[in-house]
Structure formats: structure tokens, C-alpha cells
């Protein structure tokens, strides 16, 4: 009898042909996540079994597998081969010591005397014989002792099914390009797209001295906290200085903002393309604040040429993108007092329903393509991995 780690896979069960690619990706992406802890890797069928590990790493390993995406659920097992009084033995040990319990079989194995619901009925009627004071409840037991028996004469019981966060595997869906401020949004923005399959980089554009160093280096924690997730990302820093200066010395100070996040974009699809990623991700939230409308995203957006940008919170109220930033742990950080870019040079009335032609007439005032070769030359490129 050995102890092993069930893994079961989510959506990438669904991929049909294409599935043994997923299935490869998310085997490297286990394989990595668990690099500095011994133990071996299994695949059989549509689950992965972690097997050969020492037993103070148990828990490790499942906080680790929780976070990989394309993982459905895990289950820590003991296997054994297929022996109807080995199981029955494994079940026992498993009941609880009183209250009431149910066994579910699952049978790969066609080739057995017995079909699932005899072989549950014998389990069930062994471990009632090692413990009168237990009963048979089917619908709401106090726990569920589940057996699968595989093909290959081997057999797992197990009882906890841990849920991990489902997706698709990181990398499956190629790289992507994240916006990615000190705020409570964009990190969230990063972890969904990451979570579809998306290897994330990301960019930060800073105002210093308008802004601490403290704003940097919160963002590079947020980045650090992500990487928990996303793996390892390559964050990209921009200064905006400059540019911010040019747009309140030559623009009307109602569409500062707008401009800002006209010329942000233009910055990001230029590092995106350089970097072989496939699109831009931003934070926003439809209605937000004022250049989360939809007239200010078109205006935004136009400056776009070669890449989709993806918005995967722009139908998501405040309270759940927190919820989210709760749960994965960037919350924290993102509420820290120090200044985004943003918020220098902040315009009493930004415009709300920007017109394209009148904005891009605001805008020939700057000498846009000037302005961001000079910021592209200083761009800085921080590393960051998982800490392990
Ligand atoms: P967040 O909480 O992500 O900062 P927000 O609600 O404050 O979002 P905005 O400040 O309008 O909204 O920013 C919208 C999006 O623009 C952000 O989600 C982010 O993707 C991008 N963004 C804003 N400021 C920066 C910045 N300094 N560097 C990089 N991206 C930024
Ligand atoms: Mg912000």
C-alpha cells in the first residue's frame, strides 16, 4: 500500500484532438511547480498521480497543485492492486468511527466478476462488520470513502476530493501582455487571463518623482504574489514622466486622461509585439470611472492596430473584482497608500464621452512618436519567479 496524489484535469478533458497537447502542457507545468520537491509524476488516462514522495511533503504538494491551472480537483490516495480484501481493508481504515458513511466505486476495469454496485455492497458490508456502531447513508453521508479501480490492476481509495482552480494550463493559450497598475483591478485581470492559459508578462508605467519608488516596488510585490499562479513573468517598466508632463503642457486638461491611456496602449502593443505576445489585457470595468465608458474604451482602443485587447473584468462589479483579489492573495498590496501614475496631474472634470477626431486634434499638439521611442529607450526588465 502506498500513498499517492490523484490529480484529476479539468476543461482541457474537453479538447478533443488537440487534448495530448494540453495534456503535455500540463504536465511540464506539473513537473515545474514541483521541481524542488521529490517525487514522480504519472499520467494515466485523463489523471495524473504524484507518486514516491515523503510524507512531511504531502501537504506541500497539494497547496502547490491547488494553484496550478487546468487542474480540476485533487484527492490524496492510497493505492493498492486490485484485490477485493486489500480494498476492502484500505476502506476500513478509511470509515469514520462512528455516524454514517458511503462507498462509491468507480470501475475502469472491465475484465472484474462484479459491476461497481456489487463490489460497493461487499465494501460496505465489511466495513460494517469491523464497526457495528457505523451505518449506511447514500444520499447525505458523514463521509464518502471513494474507490476507483484503473485497468492496470491497480486500485486508489481515497475520501477528501480538494478542489483546485480549474482553467487551462499556462502557455496553452500562447503570451499575453498585461497592463498592469498598483491598483485593486489589473492584478485581477492578469490572474483570469492566466487562469485561461495565458503566459503573462506585464507593464508598468511610473511617474517618478512624481510618484515614490514605493509605487514600484508595489507593483513588482503584486507581480511577485501573481507569479504564485501565473508562474514565472517578465515585468516590463516604463517611465511616464515625461509624457504626463507633455499632455498637461500641450492638451486641455480635460482629456489628459484619455491621452495618457492613448499613448499607454501605443507603448504596450509596441513591447507586446517585441515580445511575441498575442494581446493586451487591461483592468478596466465598464462604467467605472470615466475612461471605463464605452465612448472612451473606442477612443482608447483605436490606437490598437495589430492585437485584440482583452478586458476580462469590464462585466464585473467592485465588490466581486475584491472578492477575487481576496482570494488570491493581492488585495493587500493593491490597497497600499502609494500613487499610480494616474493620479498626478489628475483633471477635476476628465471627459467622459471623448469624440475620436476631436481628441486625436488635441493630440497632434504632442510629438507622440517622439515621446515614446524616448520612454521604449529606458525601459526596464525585472524577472520575477515563484517564491519557492
Ligand atoms: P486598477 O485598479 O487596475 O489600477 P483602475 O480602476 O484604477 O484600475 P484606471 O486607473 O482607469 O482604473 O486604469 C485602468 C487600467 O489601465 C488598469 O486596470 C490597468 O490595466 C491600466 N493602467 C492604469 N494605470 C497604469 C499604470 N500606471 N501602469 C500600467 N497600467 C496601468
Ligand atoms: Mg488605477
Redesign the pocket.
Known amino acids: 500500500m502506498e500513498q499517492v496524489i490523484l490529480v484529476r484535469i479539468g476543461e482541457i478533458y474537453l479538447k478533443g484532438r488537440n487534448k495530448a497537447y494540453f495534456e503535455k502542457v500540463q504536465m511540464e507545468n506539473i513537473k515545474k511547480n514541483l521541481a524542488d520537491i521529490p517525487c514522480v509524476l504519472v499520467r494515466n488516462q485523463n489523471r495524473f498521480f504524484v507518486e514516491k514522495f515523503s510524507e512531511e511533503n504531502t501537504d506541500r504538494i497539494i497547496s502547490r497543485l491547488k494553484n496550478v491551472f487546468g487542474l480540476h480537483s485533487i484527492s490524496l490516495a492510497y493505492k493498492v492492486s486490485t484485490n477485493y480484501e486489500e480494498i476492502a481493508k484500505l476502506c476500513v481504515m478509511a470509515a469514520p468511527e462512528s455516524g454514517t458513511f458511503r462507498i462509491t466505486v468507480n470501475r475502469a476495469d472491465k475484465t472484474l466478476d462484479k459491476t461497481s454496485v456489487e463490489i460497493a455492497k461487499y465494501l460496505g458490508g465489511e466495513v460494517l462488520k469491523s464497526n457495528p456502531d457505523l451505518s449506511v447513508d447514500l444520499y447525505n453521508p458523514d463521509r464518502e470513502i471513494s474507490v476507483d479501480i484503473r485497468e492496470n490492476h491497480t486500485a486508489y481509495v481515497f475520501m477528501e476530493k480538494v478542489f483546485c482552480r480549474g482553467g487551462m494550463p499556462i502557455g496553452s493559450s500562447g503570451n499575453g501582455l ?10 485581477v ?1 492578469v490572474y483570469k487571463m492566466a487562469k485561461r492559459g495565458m503566459r503573462m508578462y506585464g ?4 511617474s517618478f518623482p512624481y510618484t515614490s519608488l514605493k509605487a514600484k516596488e508595489k ?1 513588482i510585490e503584486l507581480a511577485q504574489k501573481l507569479a504564485d499562479y501565473c508562474g514565472e513573468m517578465k515585468l516590463f517598466v516604463v517611465s ?1 514622466t515625461e509624457i504626463q508632463q507633455e499632455i498637461h503642457r500641450l492638451c486641455p486638461a480635460e482629456f489628459m ?1 484619455t491621452i495618457m ?1 492613448r499613448i ?1 496602449m501605443r507603448i504596450a502593443e509596441r513591447i507586446a509585439l517585441a515580445n511575441f505576445c498575442g494581446s493586451i ?5 465598464l462604467a ?2 470615466a ?2 465608458t464605452q465612448e472612451s474604451i473606442l477612443v482608447t482602443n483605436s490606437v490598437v492596430e495589430k492585437l485584440p485587447v482583452f478586458r476580462p473584468l469590464i462585466g464585473m462589479d467592485k465588490e466581486e473584482i475584491i472578492a477575487v483579489a481576496k482570494d488570491i492573495g493581492t488585495f493587500d498590496t ?1 490597497i497600499l497608500p502609494y500613487e ?3 493620479t498626478v496631474f489628475l483633471p477635476k472634470n476628465p471627459v467622459i464621452k471623448p469624440k475620436l477626431d476631436i481628441i486625436e486634434k488635441a493630440e497632434s499638439k504632442l510629438d507622440v512618436e517622439g515621446l515614446i521611442e524616448k520612454a521604449l529607450e529606458n525601459i526596464e526588465v525585472i524577472e520575477i519567479a515563484p517564491i519557492r
Open positions: 498585461a497592463l498592469l497598475s498598483g491598483g485593486i483591478d489589473s492584478p485581470a507593464l508598468h508605467f511610473h507593483v511616464f486622461i491611456r499607454m489585457t487591461t483592468g478596466e470595468s467605472q470611472v475612461s471605463q493593491s499610480d501614475c494616474c
